[in-house]
Nanobody, 122 residues
Framework: VQLVESGGGSVQAGGSLRLSCAASRLHYDFDNFSMGWFRQAPGKEREAIAAIDKRNGPTSYADSVKGRSSISKDNAKNTLYLQMNSLKPEDTAIYYC???????????????WGQGTQVTVS
């Protein structure tokens, strides 16, 4: 499984970004993967921020982004999205997507990871 994130960049506080995660080399249909978004700021541990269960099941959000972010999957495009609004400087981090056949929610034990995309909020 290969995951490639895109959509990061520099944005002013209060702005919005939509991150994408394109999946390929899948062993199963994309719909059968649970997926999550994680982020890691300099000097901090990696934080799980959003997850969506397989077959567009329930979503989960960390308190730090709840109400400002929305995770979604487009199964026709094999792509995961994270819409982030009302961005804050503390949202600055490298953002990673992850995938797994198991329904892991916000746990960190996903089996497949992307390389990350930088988001900088000033």
């Amino acid at each position: 499984v290969q995951l490639v994130e895109s959509g990061g960049g520099s944005v002013q506080a209060g702005g919005s970004l939509r991150l994408s995660c394109a999946a390929s080399r899948l062993h199963y249909d994309f719909d059968n993967f649970s997926m999550g978004w994680f982020r890691q700021a300099p000097g901090k541990e990696r934080e799980a921020i959003a997850a969506i269960d397989k077959r567009n099941g329930p979503t989960s959000y960390a308190d730090s982004v709840k109400g400002r972010s929305s995770i979604s999957k487009d199964n026709a495009k094999n792509t995961l999205y994270l819409q982030m609004n009302s961005l804050k400087p503390e949202d600055t981090a490298i953002y990673y997507c992850a995938a797994d056949i198991r329904p892991l929610g916000l746990r960190q034990t996903y089996g497949y990871w992307g390389q990350g995309t930088q988001v900088t909020v000033s």
